[in-house]
Nanobody, 125 residues
Framework: VQLQASGGGLVQAGGFLRLSCAAS????????MAWFRQAPGKEREFVAA????????IYGDSVKGRFTVSRDKAKNTVYLQMNSLKPEDTAGYYC???????????????????WGQGTQVTVSS
């Protein structure tokens, strides 16, 4: 599986962006698709996930209620709609795919098998 993330940019606080992650391959539904982010000097942080085979969506505490993850099976693409952006949301955002993780491990970056190249989101105050 190859992942291509896009949609990052510079936005003012309170604004919005939508990130996209296009996946190659014909078994898109079999993968849990997630977004992580990493700011300079900080650890990689779980943002959101859409679990495989029609499973649930899960969010990190810092984005719950502001971000929405969704997937388009026809386009093999997962999206991250980010609303009410804050300066602390500034980071590189990475999409990832996992084919065998359990629900309890969905937030753990080590269970993901494939990673995209990242797209930068910068939120100005």
């Amino acid at each position: 599986v190859q992942l291509q993330a896009s949609g990052g940019g510079l936005v003012q606080a309170g604004g919005f962006l939508r990130l996209s992650c296009a996946a190659s391959g014909r078994t898109f539904s079999s993968y849990t698709m997630a977004w992580f982010r990493q700011a300079p000097g900080k650890e990689r942080e779980f943002v959101a996930a859409s679990r495989r085979n029609g499973g649930s969506t899960i969010y990190g505490d810092s984005v719950k209620g502001r971000f929405t993850v969704s997937r388009d099976k026809a386009k093999n693409t997962v999206y991250l709609q980010m609303n009410s952006l804050k300066p602390e949301d500034t980071a590189g955002y990475y999409c990832a795919a996992a084919y065998s993780e359990t629900l309890s491990a969905t937030r753990n970056p080590t269970v993901y098998n494939y990673w995209g190249q990242g797209t930068q989101v910068t939120v100005s105050s």
